[in-house]
């Protein structure tokens, strides 16, 4: 057969740090797919649905980019829909499959939040990266006197696989461990070797930091609200690693204003990138980090590995880790 | 009755009168707070010069004998902790010093090292100092500690309880010292490295938690350096001249390791003009390892304690020559 030329046009979406092109051997795939690869946010649904047309396949970095119906629909090229990591809310794949669109996903590598998580915690309560950064400028010598976690209690709200690693290494740490969330129970809080919090209020009340690891959903959305915020210690910390959606954004900046609780350490945000001059960026008692809790080399090796396998698989006939509609 | 004069050193947060009641000595007491580090030994004997009771803030300023020698007025010398390497206690004893340490609280250092090692692999910090000065997003692309090899030197209270969390984080930990046997790295569920050099070649973040002492200055100079994988990362939470400063920059600049985290150093505080802190490959905390509101707390409690007993001709937790 003689080679065929180049049939299918690929974008690969959201790569920021530049990096996906060597995160894989994309090699190959050279004769079958041209790459294009989007380093900076494509914009709004029309900027998106203008980006890709063209394209056959897209390949989605998490949930950076949401890809709702009316965006599959403006798309009518699109052949193969790739999202890295098991399982992306922002996809809508029942949209695509009534599309004759196939949408996969990728493996992860370990849980990499764990890491962001008590690194929030540690910043917020050690002042490391603050002290470093003004050790560097010529700042003098100590400036802070932390809060030393061992002995305070963490309450996690959610104990699944994230839940369960941060619990043990708090633990490590010296700290007592707490947990709540809508369907916990008391066994998996027992083989977990954590304290059941009765209720949600009993865990804010009690807690000195509280860290979230529930998935968003139509439950979880808006669970740490103005009331909830009311209920915890005025030295409480928040740490939230999840999704911006499970804190109401509004009620957060105006506890935090008020300093009526202690800190906030934030990965995720409701618009993500957060704004430029979103008022988070203004306050001086919270830690905020760029949604890093995936963003691992190891985890990138593992997400664009099975991007390449997808593609292959896809180009064979027979696509792999498909993707089920929620 | 003339009251005594008290001087509290290096008290850089000025926090010292705020973290205990003194209302228990106050009236015998005349204090001056000194917020910021004196000087040389002539310099602090300077300052020093007719105060009856010091209170040393951990080894900030040592006390050597030559310095004791030229402070005839001195009468109890307080360090907070109950062990300070920089006090000549020989020295105290023979002019009849006393010399009294105070209770600490938790393993706090054990958060630096453990913060230096995630600054250094996931930049929360940088990220945040870039985020509140207007950037656009993501920068980096982290490394997980999940699966990697931490090497920690030394396997006494803070090693162990900074392998615990290395383990909780699902690393693998080995574990070397001077003093190790394999007895005891098991019985704290840890590996055995049968030597300092076993040990750097296999770990991907060395920590090291052994005490200053003539065994261990030096302890890891351009040789050991040299061993260490270029992925590495080196983390400095005990004392500063355990490592050769400038074998440590040399492979630093060099790119013959990857970072390090550093709460320590030869001279504290770090001087302004210090090489490391023009280095991108580093994270430097001002030696926050003991600074905690618990340990302050129980720290000021313990001197108010020392002084109340002292005057009361009962001295408490009075530490000795050993």
């Known amino acids: 057969m003689p080679s065929a030329q180049i049939v299918h046009r690929c974008a690969i979406l959201d790569d920021y740090q530049n990096v996906a092109l060597q995160m894989a051997d994309w090699s190959g795939l050279a004769q079958d797919v041209e790459f294009t690869v989007f380093n900076a946010p494509l914009g709004g649904p029309d900027d998106i649905a203008r980006a890709l047309k063209g394209f056959d396949m897209v390949v989605l970095m998490r949930e950076r980019t949401a890809f709702p119906r009316r965006l599959i629909e403006a798309l009518p090229d699109l052949r193969l829909l790739i999202s890295t990591g098991k399982r992306n809310w922002m996809l809508d794949v029942e949209a695509a499959n009534q599309r004759g669109i196939v949408a996969c996903s990728t493996e992860t590598t370990g849980n990499p939040t764990a890491s962001i998580a008590i690194g929030l915690m540690l910043e917020l309560t050690r002042r490391i990266g603050y002290e470093s950064e003004r050790l560097k400028s010529g700042g003098a010598w100590q400036s802070t006197v932390g809060v030393d976690i061992e002995g305070k209690t963490l309450g996690l709200i959610g104990l699944g696989r994230l839940g369960s690693k941060v619990a043990k290494i708090a633990q490590a740490l010296g700290m007592k461990v707490t947990a709540w969330s809508q369907n916990l129970t008391a066994e998996r809080c027992a083989s977990a070797e954590v304290e059941l919090s009765p209720s949600k209020e009993a865990l804010l009340r009690q807690a000195d930091i509280i860290s979230l690891h529930v998935v968003l959903s139509e439950r979880t959305r808006g669970l740490i609200g103005v009331k909830e915020f009311a209920l915890m210690k005025p030295t409480a910390y928040l740490v939230n690693t999840a999704r911006g959606p499970i804190v109401d954004e509004a009620a957060l900046i105006a506890a935090l204003k008020a300093n009526r609780i ?55 006939g027979k696509p792999i880790r498909l993707l089920q509609p929620a | 009755m003339a009251k005594h004069r008290c001087a509290i050193l290096d008290d850089y947060q000025s926090v010292a009168l705020n973290m205990a009641d003194w209302t228990k000595v106050a009236g015998d007491l005349d204090v001056k707070v000194f917020s910021a580090p004196l000087g040389g030994a002539e310099e602090v004997a300077g300052a020093l010069k007719g105060f009856a009771i010091v209170c040393a803030m951990r080894e900030r300023t040592p006390f050597p004998r030559q310095l004791i020698e030229a402070l005839p007025d001195l009468r109890l010398l307080i360090t907070t902790g109950m062990v300070n390497r920089a006090i000549d206690l020989d020295a105290a004893k023979a002019r009849n010093v006393v010399v009294c340490g105070t209770p600490s609280v938790g393993n706090p250092t054990t958060g630096i090292a453990w913060g230096l090692i995630l600054e ?34 030394g396997l006494g209270k803070l090693a162990n309880r900074v392998a615990e969390v290395g383990k909780a984080f699902r690393m693998k930990v080995v574990a070397w010292s001077q003093n190790i046997t394999p007895e005891r790295a098991q019985a704290a569920g840890v590996e055995y ?91 430097l905390t001002p030696h926050l390892g003991y600074a905690s509101q618990q ?13 109340r007993g002292f005057l009361d001709g009962k001295p408490v937790r009075v530490l000795t020559a050993s």
């Open chain 2, 193 to 283: 490295a049968a030597s300092k050099e076993d040990l750097l070649r296999v770990s991907d973040i060395v920590s090291i938690h052994i005490p200053l002492t003539p065994k261990s200055r030096g302890l890891i100079g351009a040789k050991e350096l040299g061993l260490m994988k270029p992925s590495a990362l080196l983390i400095n939470t005990s004392r500063g001249p355990i490592v050769e400063e400038a074998a440590l920059l040399a492979a630093l600049r060099a790119k013959r390791i990857a970072g390090g985290g550093f709460d320590v150093y030869d001279v504290e505080p770090l001087p302004l003009d210090h090489p490391l802190r023009k280095l991108d490959n580093v994270v």
């Open chain 2, 295 to 307: 340990n302050y707390r129980a720290y000021f409690a313990g001197m108010v304690g020392d002084i």
């Open chain 2, 120 to 153: 250094l692999t996931r930049k929360i910090g940088s990220e945040n100092a870039r985020l509140k000065s207007g950037a656009l997003w993501q920068s980096v692309v982290g490394t997980d500690v999940e699966g990697l090899t931490l090497g920690v030197i």
């Open chain 1, 262 to 316: 202690a800190g906030a350490g934030l990965d995720v945000y409701d618009i993500e990138p957060l704004p430029s001059d979103h008022p988070l960026r203004e306050l001086g008692n919270v830690v905020l980090s760029p949604h890093l809790g995936y963003v691992t080399a190891e985890n990138f090796r593992t997400c664009y590995g099975g991007v390449v396998e997808n593609i292959r698989a896809y180009l064979d």
